[in-house]
């Protein structure tokens, strides 16, 4: 069966960084988009941020343009959010889901997505 799972989560420092990383398995990974998305306690989730199936289109929130770097690697399996200058209000459980319907562009839609992992909090301290 597909298995997405994250980690990398933690605590960190607001201006720190952290590397998430989403291992997937039972899926031809290079046939699917891969997204991250974040939920924060009392709120709903979010898109955070997405690559199509060879890693040439990427898309963002705004709220992290310019602080978080998506990329994957197909011969791993493996998808990967780099996120720099962390803020408080990045603090949220973050997943990664599989998209196989918009493989060559990503989405930003929750609904869009097939799979999801099990979540991997973050916390940022001010």
């Known amino acids: 069966q597909v298995q997405l799972v994250e980690s990398g989560g933690g605590l960190v420092q607001a201006g720190g960084s952290l590397r998430l990383s989403c291992a997937a398995s039972g899926l031809t990974f290079s046939n699917y988009a891969m997204g991250w998305f974040r939920q924060a306690p009392g709120k709903e989730r979010e898109f955070v941020a997405t690559?199509?199936?060879?890693?040439?289109?990427?898309r963002y929130a705004d709220s992290v343009k310019g602080r978080f770097t998506i990329s994957r690697e197909n011969a791993k399996n493996t998808a990967y959010l780099q996120m720099n200058s962390l803020k408080p209000e990045d603090t949220a459980v973050y997943y990664c889901?599989?998209?196989?319907?918009?493989?060559?562009?990503?989405?930003?839609?929750?609904?869009?997505?097939?799979?999801w992992g099990q979540g991997t909090q973050v916390t940022v301290s001010s």
């Open positions: 889901a599989a998209d196989p319907e918009n493989y060559y562009r990503g989405s930003s839609a929750v609904s869009e997505y097939d799979y």
């Open positions: 690559i199509n199936w060879n890693g040439g289109k990427t």
